[in-house]
Nanobody
Framework: QVQLVESGGGLVQAGGSLRLSCTVS????????LGWYRQAPGKQRELVAN???????NYADSVKGRFTISRDDAKHTVYLRMNSLKPEDTAVYYC?????????????WGQGTQVTVSS
């Protein structure tokens, strides 16, 4: 089992910045990747960024150059730094962990944190 707790959401004006944090606990040793997803009202949940255990990162095209995902293994925390925020970034942001228990992968989710960008 893995537990994820997000923090750092809020209301910000367009062009502003926020940093989301996700603290991970539980069976950390079996985590193969961490990521951030978001879901806007009436839309499907989508990948924002993820980072593997070897620090390979992947970003959605819509956030490339503006968002940065990073991890601090000593603090068991993954971050999402969001710069140059746009109103279309408004969504509930969810932290995700992927674990591997051969031969299966399992997904774990945080409770979500609201990010609202005003124009």
């Amino acid at each position: 089992q893995v537990q994820l707790v997000e923090s750092g959401g809020g209301l910000v004006q367009a062009g502003g910045s926020l940093r989301l944090s996700c603290t991970v606990s539980g069976s950390i040793s079996i985590i193969t990747g961490l990521g951030w997803y978001r879901q806007a009202p009436g839309k499907q949940r989508e990948l924002v960024a993820n980072i593997t255990s070897t620090d390979t990162t992947n970003y959605a095209d819509s956030v490339k150059g503006r968002f940065t995902i990073s991890r601090d293994d000593a603090k068991h925390t993954v971050y999402l730094r969001m710069n140059s925020l746009k109103p279309e970034d408004t969504a509930v942001y969810y932290c995700n962990a992927v674990t591997r228990v051969d031969p299966y992968d399992y997904d774990y989710w945080g409770q979500g944190t609201q990010v609202t960008v005003s124009s």
